[in-house]
């Protein structure tokens, strides 16, 4: 009885410790082997915290990866997020803007994934926005898709989301894809680059940004609070959205300025958009249980 007992309790421990493994988001190099180009940064990837908010603050990253988030299991809707947090290209803020948007989502059911990207503005960086920050997104999509089967995930339901910088990158992704490269040496290549809808959260650098009928469906939010060319800029690209015939959902919200991202302290309208994002998603039909 009493090794019975042990076994038992042995049994109860490896499942929990287990269970813990599987819970514990994994960070996944988005190539294992060096990113193209990062061999002339050499400057050390750093981490700070801010002293106001306790936001952990990265600079200086060499080995652009994704953290995955997957839903429960049983939860899964098929529906899966790339997250690219702002920071001005020089820093990405990786808490409100990155991590806690994506265990919103995974508990709803949408498996969602952190990007960490090259930062083409921090202090004597090489990178650039279009070639290296844009390339990194592009990966991300592709590796994503590329395991789209074991995680459970439709490879048609595919989207980014992006913050401010991040949202700068969200809509190039979704401006300049290809369908991949077949006679690629790396199968991850061999999947398409276009992300198949776009949350824009108070994207950065709206002139660049152009819209055709081909555009992948739009999530669009900000403050009414945010720079002229945040809070008069977005509703001009909805607009634009609008007038190509593509899905798009505008969200402004009153009293409310740049960078509110998915903080606790978030009150009223403002704190519910993610469920407003999940709702888009279900009417145009990324949200089905598997």
């Known amino acids: 009885m009493k090794n019975c007992l042990v076994a038992l309790v042995g049994c109860l421990a490896a499942s929990l410790l287990s269970a813990s493994a599987a819970d514990t988001p994994r960070e996944i190099l988005l190539w294992p082997n060096g990113a193209p180009g ?43 997020v790339i997250i690219a947090p702002g920071g001005g290209h020089r820093e990405i803020w990786i808490d409100h803007e990155g991590y806690n948007v994506a265990r919103w989502l995974s508990d709803h059911g949408v498996a969602a994934f952190v990007l960490k990207y090259r930062l083409a503005r921090a202090t004597n960086s ?35 989301m992006g913050f401010s910088a991040g949202g700068e990158l969200a809509f190039l992704a979704g401006m300049r894809s290809d369908s991949g490269t077949a006679n690629a040496t790396d199968p991850i290549q061999w999947q398409s680059s276009r992300p198949d809808f776009q949350a824009l959260i108070y994207p950065g650098n709206l002139s660049r940004i152009k819209v055709t009928s081909k555009s992948p469906p739009a999530f669009l939010a900000c403050g ?26 505008l969200h402004i919200y009153s009293g409310v300025g740049h960078g509110f991202g998915l903080r606790p302290t978030n009150t009223g309208a403002v704190a519910n958009w993610p469920e407003l994002f999940d709702e888009w998603l279900g009417q145009n039909g990324f949200l089905k249980k598997q």
């Open 224 to 249: 009414a609070n945010d720079r002229p060319d945040i809070s008069e800029g977005l509703p001009k690209v909805y607009l634009k959205f609008k007038q190509d015939k593509v899905p798009v959902e």
């Open 126 to 160: 090489t990178y650039t926005v279009d070639r290296d920050e844009l390339g990194d997104m592009q990966r991300a999509i592709r590796l994503v898709r590329s395991r789209a089967d074991a995680w459970n995930i439709n490879p048609h339901g595919i989207g980014v």
């Open 38 to 80: 990062s061999e002339k940064d050499t400057n050390a990837e750093t981490m700070r915290i801010d002293p106001v908010t306790g936001n952990h603050v990265l600079t200086h990253v060499h080995n652009p990866s994704i953290t995955v988030y997957l839903p429960p299991p049983g939860m899964a809707t098929g529906a899966a």
